[in-house]
């Protein structure tokens, strides 16, 4: 009797490019919150680049929006210049569920990494979590409740979870069991998140992926 | 004296392409809920494709509807890339009555066969109807009230009635008396629906129908 | 026990071009405040120049925002008139942490700062923070909480402060251990800016650095 003692909110087994597990934490504790990235017209030589967004986000989550789509343009173009996808590409991002307010800046490096998830056509890990603002020169900041992200990732089968530098001690405040079977990574930096999701990308596949 | 004690909410015995049979939920019990979809104006090789929205919708439910477009673009992109239906198509979506408020995710599944069927010129069994939040990616999620659309959809004579697969439990725990006449599909993704509605739909004829 | 005695919030240990640290001042004291510029795409002959911000700035701050970027381009025009960047830039100006809600004018010489550090590509040293009201001619106004904006430039590592010159009596006013190994620079114009952090650059230079 009751609710059930355990239960996992995680909507994908397998993760499609442009999909990616981010973190929320609400007055009801930590949850997996998707980001989504899909293109909403064929990518041609003509098209008009654009960034809808869905997700019933409030104004500082559609800013964190701006923000992460800047930032994976810059990094695209002074990275893999030979990559024209953010110059061509309509994407609409999502953040399911589509009735739930969200609001914050912590899901900034979930952005980022679902918009470059989907510009690069590379899935990503399905047991990979991440939560973290970010700035647009890619520094990533401190975020709130560590624990309770932690305690939900742990839940949805996650495995690696990728979070602020500056919450070093939040995670090593977390109790053992919670730390069991879950790598914590912390990034100080968007190139840490590169490294860990996006290492194995060589310029020659970046160039030729469009 | 007194209310019906039994009526209907069908608007349709059949449905002309576009139209499509979803399911309300309100503080009054369940409702059906069409969604119409059809041309603004005439398709030729130089129109303008866009989607206007009328029905009195919230914020969620516009959303929605940005989602189901984008979903339904990228799948008709992806799988039957001859149609160009949606690279030209000025489309107007209607959810009567105009004058009803409405709101939330749930006419997700809807919104995007709606689309659909107005692309493939291909009317719908009207004895089918349809409720399921629809990601960007075609994953189907959770709606409420399902008991309450069930009875609904039976009212109005409905012998299939689509739903999401993470609502399978609440299916279960239906009436005998509900369920009887009434065939229930569960659906973890959009192709689920898709193979329901329009399984039949060739490559050959989805490349020619414009 | 209790919170700690002495921190920083420093963000960047080196600021790349485009980032400027401010000072704020709010009920809890002073505080950092990073200004960001990046580009939102590559500087082409064709592209479009805009300025969009981020980060819940107020409506005194947003106005901010666009008078440092009219002066910008006027300071460019007149001084580097070879410098075509704000011709074609479309920029990004973000004041990260993207939830705390800012206001105020006080960043004016700060944001064009950042700016013409873009436009430059010039980063800055970082043990240089600023503070001051800035009117489109360039002249710079007093500001509030210069005490506190000092106590918090000297905790992130400051040595150089740059004020308005109408607050000097404030500046005299400060304790002797807070001047202590802080050089201040009070400034009536922003030439006066300019020479401290943008001095050693050559018209020749400027000309040809995009």
């Not at 800047?70 to 173009?77: Q, V």
């Amino acid at each position: 009797v009751g609710p059930p003692l355990w239960y996992s909110d995680r909507l994908y087994d397998q993760t499609p490019p442009g999909v990616v597990m981010g973190l929320a934490w609400t007055s009801m504790g930590g949850s997996a919150l998707y980001v989504e990235s899909t293109l909403e017209s064929i990518l041609t030589l003509n098209s008009t680049p654009c960034l809808n967004k869905t997700g019933q986000m409030g104004d500082v989550m559609k800013e964190s929006t701006a923000i992460a789509y800047t930032f994976a343009k810059s990094l695209m173009a002074l990275e893999y210049s030979g990559n024209k996808f953010f110059e061509k590409a309509a994407i609409h991002l999502h953040v399911p569920e589509g009735a739930t307010p969200k609001d914050g800046p912590s899901a900034g490096i979930t952005m980022a990494t679902s918009l470059l998830s989907l510009a690069f056509q590379k899935p990503l890990d399905p047991t990979i979590a991440m939560t973290g603002e970010l700035t647009l020169t890619g520094k990533v900041l401190k975020i709130g409740g560590l624990r309770e992200k932690a305690v939900a990732a742990k839940r949805s089968g996650v495995t690696t979870l990728i979070y602020p530098e500056a919450n070093l001690s939040d995670w090593e405040e977390l109790p053992e069991n919670v730390k069991e079977g879950l790598k914590g990574v912390p990034v100080a930096w968007y190139s840490d998140v590169f490294n860990v999701v996006f290492g194995d990308i060589s310029k020659e596949y970046a160039k030729n992926v469009w």
